[in-house]
C-alpha cells in the first residue's frame, strides 16, 4: 500500500513558478513509476507528466519546456516544478503511483493517487 499526499499549489500570475511536491509512503517508492495528472472544472483528467524508477520523464505536449518532473527516492518524493505558468493550467493537481519498470502517461494503470492540490494561475 502506498499513501500519497502532494502539496505546493497555490495562486500564482500568469508567467510565474510553482513547485508541487507528492510524499510518498512505503519503503519500496524507488520501484514505482510516478506521474502527475490534473483536472480542471468540467473537463477530464488528464496527462501532464510522468517519471519511471530509473529516471525516464515524458511529458505532455501542452506543457513540454515548461514543466519538469523529478523524483528524489531518498526523500520518497516525486516534484513538478512548473515555470512560465499560463492561466490554461488552472486545474487540482494529483500525483499517482504504479508498480512498472514503464514510464506511464495514461490514468488506468496507476493504483495509488493523492487528494490533489488546487493550482490556479490568474491572467
Known amino acids: 500500500q502506498v499513501q500519497l499526499v502532494e502539496s505546493g499549489g497555490g495562486l500564482v500570475q500568469a508567467g510565474g513558478s510553482l513547485r508541487l511536491s507528492c510524499a510518498a509512503s512505503?519503503?519500496?517508492?524507488?520501484?514505482?513509476?510516478m506521474g502527475w495528472f490534473r483536472q480542471a472544472p468540467g473537463k477530464e483528467r488528464e496527462f501532464v507528466a510522468a517519471i519511471s524508477w530509473g529516471a525516464i520523464t515524458y511529458y505532455a505536449d501542452s506543457v513540454k519546456g515548461r514543466f519538469t518532473i523529478s523524483r528524489d527516492n531518498a526523500k520518497n518524493t516525486v516534484y513538478l516544478q512548473m515555470n512560465s505558468l499560463k492561466p490554461e493550467d488552472t486545474a487540482v493537481y494529483y500525483c499517482?503511483?504504479?508498480?512498472?519498470?514503464?514510464?506511464?502517461?495514461?490514468?488506468?494503470?496507476?493504483?495509488?493517487w493523492g487528494q490533489g492540490t488546487q493550482v490556479t494561475v490568474s491572467s
Open positions: 512505503g519503503r519500496t517508492f524507488s520501484r514505482y513509476a
Open positions: 499517482a503511483a504504479t508498480n512498472t519498470i514503464a514510464v506511464v502517461t495514461t490514468s488506468t494503470p496507476y493504483d495509488y
